[in-house]
């Protein structure tokens, strides 16, 4: 059985301790929060703690804080003996004081009062030493069956893509949404576009899944398409797509 | 009954085709197609011509043919005293010759051997006539049960907003796989946050389900980022989408 101190009270905290609870491979020992508020809904569920003196001794101190937070609240763990995991994808490992540190960072969008199964959900851990990845794993492996050994910059790299596919791919939809609005229609009429085109790529790469005037190349759509547009930074953003949708197949094909 | 000539032999021809064959209310009697190769696919199943005057007596000319075509095959039928109708999103009814037309547009993305299921599918439709709207709109029931009546240029935003949360999402998956191919990663690793983000908007609004740096305004990892990407089209892409997400925030919220 590992013991686990959860460091932070926000959706990742929440969804974590929620998948954790749901094994016999990890105990969640306490959570650890310093805004009161947050502390309190998980009271009577699980120890929690608000002063740093009070964290106890566990095998993993697993920080599911803010970027910024990760650096002050690892100085004030420097001397445990535990492992200290932070959970973010854009954070370098060495930013952790103690000298038994990883990461543990699992690869998916939480939002609170939207549930998420755990199981197949990627988990990235790197860890200074090799017992300290095996802790990570297992770790993992209690909640996931994706788990994967990466280092800081393939990290890195890999939060920059999730940065595409989900906040970019996102703020796409909001316009989708936007669009129908002036028309007066619901974006419940893009839901089933929406829809498949990530079924699609669940089984064709995105480069086979490609359709659209951009990829034809025909810019007579695209320019009507430009001239419907009012929004300046909707019409640059269908300029530059288009363009690199037109360069890539291009180029690949 | 409704009689149906089917126009056209592509990807919409070819699922249109299998949708209808499962009703009872529609009657596809004839394929048309100019491509032999094609029109071939469908021997055996339903009688097929490539010549105009081998055309058939129906309720309804259902054209899935490209953009460019609609003018010049309408043109051939303007004698008929069926309905003509086009599927396409991004055409006016107007370019359809014939006085009795009217569009049928199906809302999604098809691609050859990808079977799509068109119960949920919303289907636009808009005639020149009460009675054309009527036949096209038993038409659509006869497949899906996401019918509606949207006139020319509510369609065309449509479709613009199609090619938002279709084509450009697909470009954006596509840029994920780049990033991380760079690392030898698989794009497996995004499928679970792929198809969580478009599952996400099922039941949250876009500016609900919306998370990241941009719109946390946290410039620091934008600078990070920026500083991690190579590919310029990429970077002008970051670049835009960042700072339309930190606009949209700081106006609604």
Redesign the interface.
Known sequence: MLSVVLIGTGNVAHHLFRAFQTTDVVEIVQVFGRDEGSLNSFLGEVEIASDFDAIKDADVYLLAVS?KAIGTISEKLKYKTGLVAHTSG?TDMNLILSQNRGVFYP?????KD?N?DFV???ICVEAENREGVEILEKLGQAISN?V?E?DS??R??????????????????????E??K????P?D???????????????????????????RG?NE?IK??LE??KDK??T???A??S???K??YEEKL
Chains 1, 2 share one sequence.
């Open positions: 970027d854009a690869l998916q969008t939480f939002s939207r998420v197949g959900i990627p994706q994967f990466i910059h393939q890195k790299k890999l939060h920059l893509a999730a940065v595409f596919v989900n906040n970019f791919t996102n703020h796409l939809y909001q316009i989708g949404a669009i129908c002036e028309e007066g229609l974006f009429i893009l839901k089933p576009l929406v829809l498949e085109t990530a079924q699609k790529v669940m089984d064709l790469s995105p480069l086979e899944a490609q359709t659209g005037p951009a990829k025909d759509s009507a398409h419907l547009l930074n909707q640059e953003l269908y530059l797509l363009k690199a949708i360069k890539t």
